[in-house]
């Protein structure tokens, strides 16, 4: 029994059919289906039940599938266990930031396979928050202040941002100079949200107005170019507007509150190396060398403002 045909049923029955299984997996759906037909013929029972949908688990299908994933994570456990310091391998799906992902992590994760190629990485760029264990992900990198979750988090490194608007919004409607003053301007947001700003030691928190929302920094940072209101947005961001004069820092004397950018997995004992090692390269990258990386499997103090 071939662990490979093992890892693909485990995919399929995950992700509910052959397509999603053999995106996820990066083969072709004909090199899935003969995986599944092979094991079908090795057990002797049907394992899935096709549909016009997708895949459904038979009831053997039901019980082999705990197995069969419990034996592929032990084979890989015993792999790192007897070879700890050898080449990576195998696969592993990351959950990447749109906002941020493409200009700060895609060469860190591109070196990371540089340096194992023997590593199959898929990564999925999206602002949205995805279900790391129901869509199969081994981890997420996410970024901003995180809210109360039952996943495990480690920080890799302070993320900073700030309060920008355009020189044109500035000329018509003026800056706010102080955050009780955040409230009676446009913002442009990504709900709903709650922004935060240092007052010496204090956190004061205010909740801007506005119109215009996105789920996307990179949209904000437009929409405030374009004039539509103030924006809180992380600086990564927005760096290229104020070089170029598009954006302008707007009450500087009260900054936001340093956020993080975190590795994000499922619960569990101990993480995969592969894991260990993207987070130690994410810290070699990008940590802020003056304070460690924060780690724990509590999840981190929750906030209302959240930057994906």
Same mark, same amino acid.
């Given at each position: ?18 397509? +999603? ?36 688990? @038979? ?18 456990? #015993? ?95 003026? #800056?706010?100079? @102080? ?75 009260? +900054? ?22 993207? @987070? ?14 924060? @780690? ?13």
């Amino acid at each position: 029994m071939d662990i490979e045909d093992l890892r693909t049923f485990v995919e399929v029955a995950d992700a509910g059919g052959v397509s +999603p299984a053999a995106r996820r997996l990066g083969v072709s759906k004909s090199i899935v289906s003969r995986r599944l037909v092979k094991l079908e013929a090795a057990l002797g029972v049907q394992l899935l039940a096709r549909t016009t949908r997708g895949a459904a688990l @038979t009831e053997a299908g039901a019980v082999f599938r705990d197995h069969a994933a419990r034996v592929c994570a032990e084979i890989d456990e #015993a792999r790192e266990t007897i070879v700890p310091d050898g080449e990576l391998c195998g696969r592993l799906r990351v959950a990447a930031p749109l906002s941020l992902g493409p200009t700060l992590f895609a060469n860190i994760l591109a070196e990371m396979a540089r340096r194992h190629p023997q590593l199959h990485i898929h990564t999925s760029y999206s602002d949205r928050f995805v279900d790391l264990i129901a869509e199969g992900f081994d981890c997420a990198i996410r970024v901003g202040y995180l809210p109360d979750s039952n996943l495990v988090a480690r920080r890799v490194a302070p993320l900073y941002g700030k309060l920008v608007a355009s020189p044109d919004y500035i000329a018509a409607h003026g #800056a706010p100079e @102080t955050p009780d003053q955040v409230e009676a301007h446009q913002a442009v947001t990504q709900g709903t949200e709650t922004w935060q700003f240092m007052d010496g030691e204090r956190i004061v928190s205010v909740r801007p107005q506005g119109r215009f929302k996105a789920d996307n920094g990179a949209a904000l940072a437009a929409a405030a170019a374009a004039g539509l209101g103030i924006a809180w947005v992380p600086d990564p961001v927005t760096d290229p507007y104020v070089a170029d004069g598009r954006l302008v820092a707007v009450m500087t004397r009260y +900054p936001p509150p340093p956020a993080g950018v975190y590795v994000i997995r499922p619960p569990g004992a101990h993480p995969a190396r592969k894991l260990r090692v993207l @987070t130690e390269l994410l810290i070699e990258c990008l940590g802020d060398p003056s304070r460690p990386a924060e @780690t724990g499997s509590r999840p981190a103090k929750a906030a209302a403002r959240r930057v994906r």
